[in-house]
């Protein structure tokens, strides 16, 4: 397919102290809610001084709502946006990783409309399948990880546990602004280093495969596949490797636009139904979870060979001439990574669950299943499941 329609307005500023560029671009308002996680992270990395500084340094005003947790629930973004309207905020800054950035544009979304509630706006059996009345605020991304591309997407991943749905809300906008630098990067420790970075490298692979590719995609994706595999294991050894976190930051960001320009596939929805029921397990490290077994499926089903042996050749292994020296590529990097002894069970996932999570995965996200290079049913779906599990 080499048709495509592109629409990504999101200006980004990249490459290390970029943060200290914010001042220069035109300011959204006079009053800001800045959204951070519920931990630390920001101020060890230094990020939260540094953003406010730009903002006096605009005579921004803000209020802070440090509330955000990994897989960010509605609760928390109906919360955040009741803090914006009391406040009179007029635009919105997520300052950290994809779970902040994916509450952040909820949140932007939710305040100007006349609900409280977020899953009025969820297309899923337990949502209203509403679609935004009012236009929502403009935010701003300043990424402090390297894993969901969420800085350049218009899609926010939320969590429903009351439903078991995990799920992208429906009518949130783009970032403004986009600050990617990887001078905030440093202090991410080895483990989550690695599991967003696979995060990353699964958008870009799944897009490679999905029928959605297309001259543009395919443009980034590849440059996102060679720097995560070339980069991303220096990246974990050494934080403070520079050149890494620069390239595995540049790869994430093309991944974000891989999702733009073309799709996710069905492995997201798989593991986006393991974190609706196991909230604590995360995402990238789900993904890993299922990845050897769910593009082998791919692989067995021979839909698209010369594509795996495209992706095997851009994780370096320059002599594939077959579609399993892919996962031989990916193994490979796994191992690299320190994150192929990754288990199911140890987040409290039972094999028995495997048919559950196929319907939940295919009923809330149907939309990456239509993605997928061919039709799949449920109980295609639930092996993949359980030949993953351990």
């Not at 905020?89 to 949140?107: E, W, Y």
């Not at 990887?182 to 420790?189: A, F, K, S």
């Not at 395919?218 to 996102?224: D, G, H, N």
């Not at 089903?301 to 031989?328: N, S």
Request: aromatic share 8%; net charge negative; with cysteine.
């Amino acid at each position: 397919m080499d048709i495509f329609n592109c629409f990504a307005p999101t200006r980004v500023v990249f490459g290390r102290n970029a943060l200290e560029k914010l001042h220069t671009l035109p300011a959204l308002g006079k009053k800001a809610l800045l959204v951070t996680s519920n931990g630390k992270s920001y101020i060890k990395n230094g990020s939260f001084d540094k953003a406010v500084n730009e903002l006096k340094a605009l005579g921004i005003a803000y209020v802070h709502f440090g509330q955000v947790a990994a897989n960010p629930e509605n609760t928390v973004v109906e919360e955040g946006a009741k803090l914006g309207r009391q406040e009179g905020v007029d635009f919105v800054i997520a300052l950290g990783g994809g779970s902040v950035m994916d509450a952040s544009k909820s949140i932007a979304m939710l305040i100007p409309q006349p609900t409280d509630i977020l899953w009025d706006f969820a297309n899923s059996p337990a949502g209203g399948k509403k679609m935004p009345t009012e236009k929502a605020l403009p935010w701003i991304a300043i990424t402090t990880s390297a894993g969901t591309g969420s800085e350049v997407d218009a899609t926010s991943v939320i969590s429903n546990p009351g439903a078991h749905e995990k799920i992208g809300v429906s009518g949130c906008p783009f970032a403004t602004y986009a600050i990617v630098d990887p001078e905030l990067m440093r202090t991410v420790p080895p483990k989550f280093t690695a599991y967003q970075g696979f995060d990353a490298l699964f958008h870009s692979l799944e897009g490679y495969i999905s029928c959605k590719h297309n001259l543009m995609s395919e443009l980034v994706e590849r440059t996102a596949i060679e720097n995560i595999g070339k980069y991303l294991p220096r990246a974990i050894r050494d934080g403070n490797d520079m050149e890494a976190r620069e390239k595995v930051a540049f790869a994430n960001t093309l991944s974000g636009y891989s999702m733009v320009f073309a799709s996710c596939t069905s492995e997201h929805s798989m593991e986006h139904a393991m974190s609706a029921y196991h909230t604590q397990l995360p995402h990238g490290a789900g993904l890993i979870m299922l990845s050897i077994e769910y593009f082998r499926f791919w692989i067995d089903k021979h839909v698209c060979d010369d594509r795996f042996i495209d992706m095997a050749k851009f994780l370096g292994k320059t002599d594939a001439d077959k579609p399993e020296d892919f996962l031989d590529a990916l193994s490979a990097l796994e191992h690299d990574c320190g994150v192929d002894d990754l288990k199911m069970s140890d987040y409290g996932i039972k094999k028995e669950d495997a048919m559950t999570l196929a319907k939940n995965a295919r009923a809330t996200m149907y939309r990456l299943f239509v993605a997928d290079p061919a039709e799949t049913t449920d109980e295609e779906i639930a092996g993949i499941y359980e030949r993953a599990y351990r």
